[in-house]
Each structure stands twice: as C-alpha cells, then as structure tokens.
C-alpha cells in the first residue's frame, strides 16, 4: 500500500529511550540500566529509517527533533551511524533544523563533534534547575557547573543555537529561587528557554512524596508569579514568548515544534514514536523496546475531522500568536467561527481570549493561566463522555 502524501513542511523526529536514571517526576517512555540493549536499538532504528525512507519515496524533510531519553547517552559512533542513516533514507533540506537532546552531565566533546559532523545544528540541555537541592530533589544527574560546562563545551564545538530547559512550580521552590535560576540561565546566553511548569503524574516517585505529605508544591499564587517573572524577564533580556512555555531570541524560535503546533505532518521513529501523517492518520510505535526490537507493528488510529480540528485549536492556542483563522479554514473548507464560535464567544466574554485584528485566535494572559479549563469548551462531546 502506498504512504499517504505527507504535508508541504513534514518534520522528522528520532527517539532514543535510555536513561542513566529514572528522574522522580518522569513518566516518559524511557528506560534505566537497559544500556546493554543500545546496540540492537541503533540498528532497529537504521533498519526502520531506511525501510520507512524507501516506502515514503525519500520525502524532503525541514525540520529533526532527536529526544528521549538521553540521547547523549549513545556512543558517538551509533550516532553516527543513526545520523548516516537518517540522511540516506530522506532528503533533508539544506537549511532543515536539526535538533538533539542531551543531558548536560552525560556530554564529551566526541559526542559533540559526532553532532556537528553529522549535520545537527541545534543543541537542547536539560538543565531544570540552577538550585542543587532542587535537582537532587527531580533525581538530576548533574549539578548547575556541569550546565555550565556543558554550555561553554558545545560553543566550543561550534553550536550557536542552544536551548536551555527549565521547570517550574517545584516542591519547594520560592519565586526567589526561581529568578536565581532564571537569571543563571540568562547568563549563559542561549538563544531559547523552555521553561516547564512541572506536572505531577500518577505512579512517580514525586507523586509519591508528596501524597505522603513529605513534600509541598507552590501554591497558584507564587507559581503565576514565577511564570509572570519569566515572561518579564526573559522579554526584557530579548527572548520573546512565542508559545506557553517557550522564549526564543529572534528567528530561534524552535521551528521542529512549531510545526507540530501548526499541525504539520511528521514521521516518528524509534520506540513510543508518533507519526502524524496526511492530516489525519496517526500511528504510534510500541513503547516497550522489547516490542519495538522484535518488530511489532505500530498501532494506526484514524482522527475524524471533528478531533483533527479541535487538535488544531488545541496545538494553536499554545502560540501567542494563536490560532490562524484562515489557516483553519484552508484546512477544513469551513470557518472557525461556524464550528467553534460558541465556544470562542463565551471565552472571549470571560475575559480568557481574544480575536487579533490580523486574524487570529489567542489566549489572553488569563487565559494560559488555565488552558485546559479554556480547552474543556471546545472540545467534541463523544471525546467527553
Ligand atoms: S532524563 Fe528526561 S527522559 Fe530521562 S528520566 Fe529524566 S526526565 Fe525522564
């Protein structure tokens, strides 16, 4: 059968899912002390990049986002041989932004340079934290001189767009501690921040703690204030807000996720991977590695118009931009205002969005405060039984 056209901007994201350890907060599909299995992984993802390349007639892809995971945690030469592979299989335009991941204290120069040789032009660090009892408190491996070191390390490599991650609204952390964090961040010069607003999963050991009451998250109050700091501060230090968590020099903003809030198409590979292809068809690979390395085939969900465009809503509402309304209706031959304008008028009238004279749909400031209450209105009635 053949693959369905893919949209005019496809991105392509790689997922490498080992971790040294399991982070107390985390309930990403990756996996610790199963380092032994790298090898049949890299070569699991080289078989499926090259087979699934083959199958889409070698598409031209923009954009690459390499995560995990750790993907700092292959040995260079695997990512050598992924990156190879991943140029063979698809054509990747010549000014594609590719990405990867690392964690700041699993970083050496040879793995740096395999980056760099291998085309990667964007360098994204899991730093969280400038506070040490924090990070010790999230299960981080590394202390803020290793971020430090990592940052000083990858300019030396030639990387001149990096991203730094940050989280808030921590147990136990005070708006003071946030803005030493931001202001470290700030000092080390990236040209993007992710800063997270941390959400506590069921089953973590974080959720955990603070079931047994050992630990106490910031109240809504203080966590407002911290994200008003970051906007305020980051925007006087040059990094616009462009999405609900991201800041981004100009021209930096991350163009990989601005696709995936566009609702562009992309191509997932490796395990847990998600693949958005023509629109409405998603396919997602197994998350177990065991599955994914015996060859399991990834499950295919067919999104109904109704969904596709309440995704679009919800990917487009994350922009401060927000929602293109002639976007939307290029996309789906009927205007927003037809499917949603109930839902659009009752929060514009609560003060939580609002139409831009030049098109768009967006949150207000009050409005990103509570997102998903926003959401909840817009969303398909079959989805909310
Ligand atoms: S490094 Fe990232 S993916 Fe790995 S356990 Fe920590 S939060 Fe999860």
Known sequence: MAAPALSAEPGLYIHIPFCARKC????FPCFEGRMGLREPYVRALISELERRGREWGHPQIHTVFIGGGTPSLLQPEQMARVLGALRGAFA???????????????????????????GVNRLSLGAQSADGGLLRLLGRQHGWPQVEQAVRLARSCGFDNLNIDLMLGLPGQTPALWRETLQAALALSPEHLSCYGLIVEEGTPLRQRLDAGELRLPDED???LMYDEAIGRLSR????????????????????????WLREDYLGFGSAA???QGGDTRLSNPSDIGAYLRGEA????????????FESVMLGLRLRQGLSLARFERTYAQSFESVFGGAARRSVQNGLSEYTRDGFFRLTRAGMDVMNSVLLDFMPEDSLS
């Open 222 to 224: 203080e966590e407002r």
């Open 24 to 27: 107390a907060y985390c309930d």
């Open 298 to 309: 990834p499950a295919r969900q067919t999104i109904g118009q109704r969904e596709r465009m």
């Open 92 to 118: 990747l335009k010549r000014d594609a932004e590719i990405s990867c991941e690392a964690n700041p204290g699993a970083l050496t120069r040879r793995f740096l340079d395999t980056l760099r040789e291998g």
């Open 274 to 276: 998600h693949t958005l």
């Open 237 to 260: 230090a040059g990094l616009e807000q462009y999405e609900i968590s991201n800041f981004a020099r100009p021209g930096r903003a991350c163009r990989h996720n601005l696709n995936c």
